[in-house]
């Protein structure tokens, strides 16, 4: 098939894009480079089946392909509070842009939304039936309601002109090729580790996260686009391991051999305090769930890490 990946030079969209290569597609990887980077995507320049688009999503564009996997959108605090506006912008007048392709073209499209729509939620662990607990007007705000009208503009385009849709929300995820200042724990942990430095906790560090190794992920994703029982979502993908993040620290000092001690500073506003996925409908509906486990994933990323400081 010819797939497109928005947001493909990023993280996930990378992986995304690597794992459809070796399928046998043709893929487009469109970026507009804002936190996406060549480097996530140079050992794929010299496929005849791949292709880059620089482009930003907000601004229409006709391509014909099969498969839509829409990741564009900034995805840590840093870097979506950055420019709030934007963020929204790519989350709303985006997701619009690309099902008016999907819808003129015939196409498949996969909303990649995310746990954030939950907000700081009053159930757990989370399922697909809880409507979430999210300040509509707090710093983080941007991105949870922008992903949530996204949704929404998906039932929306699904309902209204019958365009083929299919929604994921995904957790947590960690991994080789993540941006080293986006700010979140596995990376600020990480490159605080390898630097001896003290890693820093914000909060007490009884606050829970489930890590799902990026190769997992790419699996969900690709089962759930791929899916012919009409189930378009949304589905929870994640790990339902749940860890504090003062273990998490402890576990990956352990990993780097570090000399890193612990330091704790107030938590951000409006931070999730639990963030754990119910996974049962993914089991179900599409026979999936992790296989990495949190130790051998950590060493992974830590390697890839490692290798960039010095320049591996």
């Known amino acids: 098939m010819r797939i497109l990946v928005t947001g493909g030079a990023g993280f996930i969209g990378s992986h995304l894009c690597e794992r459809l290569l070796a399928e046998g597609h043709d893929v487009i990887c469109l970026d507009n480079f804002f936190t ?24 229409p564009i006709l391509l014909e392909v099969d498969r839509i996997y ?30 008016g392709m999907a819808k003129r073209v015939k196409a498949r499209i996969l909303q990649a939304s995310t746990s954030e729509v939950y907000g700081d939620p009053q159930v757990h662990p989370q399922t697909e039936e809880y409507w979430g607990y999210v300040n509509p007007i707090g710093i983080r705000s941007c991105y949870d309601e922008g992903k949530r009208v996204a949704e929404t503009l998906m039932m929306d385009y699904h309902r209204q002109n019958g365009v083929d849709i299919r929604i994921i929300r995904i957790f947590n995820t ?37 890590f799902c190794y990026v190769s997992d992920l790419v699996e969900g994703m690709i089962r759930m686009m791929e899916n012919e029982q009409d189930f378009i979502g949304p589905v929870n993908l994640g790990n339902p391991v749940e860890n504090t993040i003062l273990e998490f620290a402890e576990k990956i000092i352990t990993i780097t051999a570090s000399k890193s001690d612990i330091v704790y500073k107030p ?13 049962s409908l993914a089991q179900h509906r599409l026979d999936w769930e992790p296989r990495i486990d949190l130790e051998t994933g950590l060493k992974a990323t830590a390697e890839y890490f490692a290798a960039r400081r010095t320049g591996g």
Not at 182 to 195: E, I, K, P, Y
């Open 36 to 59: 996406g980077s060549k480097d996530n995507i140079i050992h794929l320049m010299d496929n005849h089946r791949f292709e880059l688009i620089r482009h930003d999503i907000v601004e």
């Open 70 to 99: 829409n990741l564009a959108c900034p995805a840590s605090p840093v870097h979506y509070q950055y420019n709030p506006v934007k963020t929204v912008k790519t989350s709303v007048m985006g997701t619009i842009n690309l099902l």
């Open 174 to 210: 960690y991994g080789p090729r993540m941006a080293e200042n986006d700010g979140r724990v596995v990376s600020n942990f990480m490159l605080q580790a390898l630097r001896n430095e003290p890693l820093t906790i914000y909060g007490d560090g009884s606050q829970t996260r489930s």
């Open 267 to 279: 938590l951000p506003q409006d931070d999730p305090k639990q963030r754990r996925p119910d996974i």
